[in-house]
């Protein structure tokens, strides 16, 4: 098997099997078939309603704990640091494993930035083994430039300039810049330019500031 090592040094298989559209009650066999025959990196979701099944397969396979990969992911629904956080303790005690290896966000909607938080707590509880290790804006910094935009943040202090700068040590998964793609509403949040009503407001703005009309 080939592994990835990720930016804390934990190394993830580069293949792994998905219970994606597995039902419970077909999640355990199928899980436990997947590590007969040498899958050790198994991926599911708190949205699958399947972790049962796959820690069931795991305590039964007599295969070390750490010899296996674990990957979840929290649930829009649970989109805040309060509800991300107990979501994370309920998939811990359905997967019946102290640790999960990788836990991400499913989608990047509702509170994300609340939920991400849950999640560095975590890893500095010892219950999630890896993620990106970078802040939320240093992640949206990084997309951004994979996305091939140029990217000019702005701070006033000098530790988060240098966070801003830091984003060149570390890549997002495919999974990630798909749910980084589908936040995107094609509008400008700060100043849109194509509103009638905030360009009627932006020129009575610039003419009260001219001694006479604009044009």
């Given at each position: 098997?080939?592994?990835?090592?990720?930016?804390?040094?934990?190394?993830?298989?580069?293949?792994?099997?998905?219970?994606?559209?597995?039902?419970?009650?077909?999640?355990?066999?199928?899980?436990?078939?997947?590590?007969?025959?040498?899958?050790?990196?198994?991926?599911?979701?708190?949205?699958?309603?399947?972790?049962?099944?796959?820690?069931?397969?795991?305590?039964?396979?007599?295969?070390?704990?750490?010899?296996?990969?674990?990957?979840?992911?929290?649930?829009?629904?649970?989109?805040?640091?309060?509800?991300?956080?107990?979501s994370i303790e309920e998939s811990l005690a359905k997967l019946?494993?102290?640790?999960?290896?990788?836990?991400?966000?499913?989608?990047?909607?509702?509170?994300?930035?609340?939920?991400?938080?849950?999640?560095?707590?975590?890893?500095?509880?010892?219950?999630?083994?890896?993620?990106?290790?970078?802040?939320?804006?240093?992640?949206?910094?990084?997309?951004?430039?994979?996305?091939?935009?140029?990217?000019?943040?702005?701070?006033?202090?000098?530790?988060?300039?240098?966070?801003?700068?830091?984003?060149?040590?570390?890549?997002?998964?495919?999974?990630?810049?798909?749910?980084?793609?589908?936040?995107?509403?094609?509008?400008?949040?700060?100043?849109?330019?194509?509103?009638?009503?905030?360009?009627?407001?932006?020129?009575?703005?610039?003419?009260?500031?001219?001694?006479?009309?604009?044009?």
């Amino acid at each position: 098997m080939k592994y990835k090592r990720l930016n804390n040094s934990v190394l993830m298989p580069y293949l792994g099997y998905g219970v994606y559209q597995v039902s419970p009650a077909e999640a355990e066999r199928c899980v436990a078939d997947a590590l007969s025959v040498g899958y050790r990196l198994i991926d599911t979701a708190q949205a699958y309603g399947n972790e049962e099944g796959v820690g069931a397969a795991i305590a039964k396979s007599g295969i070390p704990r750490e010899e296996i990969f674990i990957t979840s992911k929290v649930w829009v629904s649970n989109a805040t640091y309060e509800r991300a956080a107990a979501s994370i303790e309920e998939s811990l005690a359905k997967l019946g494993t102290d640790y999960i290896d990788l836990m991400l966000l499913h989608q990047a909607y509702g509170d994300y930035h609340g939920a991400y938080r849950a999640l560095e707590d975590a890893y500095d509880a010892g219950k999630i083994r890896a993620k990106y290790g970078k802040t939320p804006a240093q992640v949206i910094l990084r997309a951004l430039i994979e996305n091939d935009v140029v990217v000019i943040p702005k701070s006033t202090h000098k530790d988060r300039m240098e966070q801003n700068l830091n984003v060149f040590d570390f890549e997002l998964s495919d999974e990630d810049l798909s749910a980084f793609a589908a936040i995107d509403e094609n509008k400008a949040l700060v100043l849109d330019h194509s509103d009638p009503q905030t360009v009627t407001g932006l020129l009575n703005w610039i003419t009260s500031q001219l001694d006479g009309p604009l044009y």
